[in-house]
């Protein structure tokens, strides 16, 4: 039973390091990520619509989701895009969310 | 002490991890009154735009419809933009939405399509309405559960956060608006 809860906790560790629910982002936390970054800008002016798309992942094993810039942008009705944003959030590796939110008119 | 406290189990290094793991979760619930993961703001010219991002707390237990909704402001504007997604077993027509605050209605809006398409259990409905940002700030000061019934060409779907839902919601947007109202004054 000692023997059998060591090799658990091992192997759950070493789920946490690999990071098996990595997630795009410029800075990664290995126990928690909470990071806004940019995407693009464009040379249109101004917004007043705002959409937003996301994918999760659980555990590295099951990832869904759409989180293009299409979706967003047609989320809101946006057809001219100012500037696209992403949010990505991480617990441990074993909860990943990615979410692009798109700016236009 | 631990030990004292709780017995033998802590000396088990699984307990111990869990433990551990669990003490990180409940960082991050207890962080839910950062309310900087619910909302972005962009400053333009001379107005800014907030975007509640959207929230999934209202759903209808007997057709199993769930509704998400994210809300835009301009502070230039007195309205604020009440998108909505529908998630269905059947495609509806939207006519109108209407917010219930404490049994009583509080407003009602009509609803213009963005589009209507289908995903794994249905159909996806999204919709677009305008409100009065001082009447959807009022919509989140009720401490009942508030509702949203959506007036379809055929019925209408009443939709329903739980309490527990509803209070932690509720109170982020409260404090949403409270910053909103803190930067647009002058």
Same mark, same amino acid.
């Given at each position: 039973?000692? *023997?059998?809860?060591? !090799? ?6 070493? @789920?946490?390091? &690999?990071?098996? =629910? /990595? +997630? %795009? ?23 007043? *619509?705002?959409?937003? !798309? ?6 590295? @094993?099951?990832? &869904?989701?759409? =989180? /293009? +810039? %299409? ?35 | ?186």
């Amino acid at each position: 039973m000692k *023997k059998l809860s060591r !090799a658990l906790c091992v192997g759950a560790a070493a @789920l946490m390091l &690999t990071s098996c =629910a /990595s +997630v %795009q982002t410029p800075l990664a936390g290995g126990l928690y990520t909470d990071v806004k970054a940019p995407v693009a800008v464009t040379s249109n002016s101004g917004s007043s *619509k705002v959409g937003e !798309a996301e994918a999760t992942s659980i555990l590295g @094993l099951v990832a &869904t989701g759409d =989180a /293009s +810039v %299409q979706e967003a942008a047609k989320k809101a009705g946006i057809s001219k895009i100012q500037h696209v944003d992403y949010h990505s959030t991480s617990i441990l590796g074993i909860y990943s969310k990615f979410k692009v939110v798109v700016y236009g008119e | 002490m631990v030990n004292k406290l709780f017995g033998a189990e802590w000396k088990n290094p699984l307990c111990s991890f869990f433990f551990f793991l669990f003490l990180l979760l409940s960082v991050d619930s207890a962080n839910a009154q950062n309310i900087d993961k619910h909302y972005t703001s962009n400053q333009q010219e001379g107005e800014v735009l907030y975007f509640i991002y959207g929230q999934k707390i209202f759903k209808n237990k007997k057709s199993k419809a769930k509704l998400e909704y994210d809300i835009t402001y301009l502070t230039s504007k007195d309205s604020v933009t009440f998108n909505l997604s529908l998630r269905n077993k059947s495609a509806v027509k939207v006519d109108s939405i209407q917010l219930i605050k404490d049994s009583e209605e509080l407003l009602t809006e009509p609803a213009d399509k963005i589009f209507i398409t289908t995903d794994k259990k249905g159909y996806h409905s999204r919709y677009s309405s305008r409100m009065e940002y001082r009447e959807i700030k009022d919509f989140f000061k009720a401490s009942a559960p508030g509702k949203i019934i959506l007036f379809t060409d055929v019925d209408k779907i009443i939709l329903k956060p739980s309490k527990s839902k509803w209070k932690k919601i509720a109170k982020i947007n409260r404090k949403i608006f409270e910053v909103i109202d803190l930067n647009t004054e002058n």
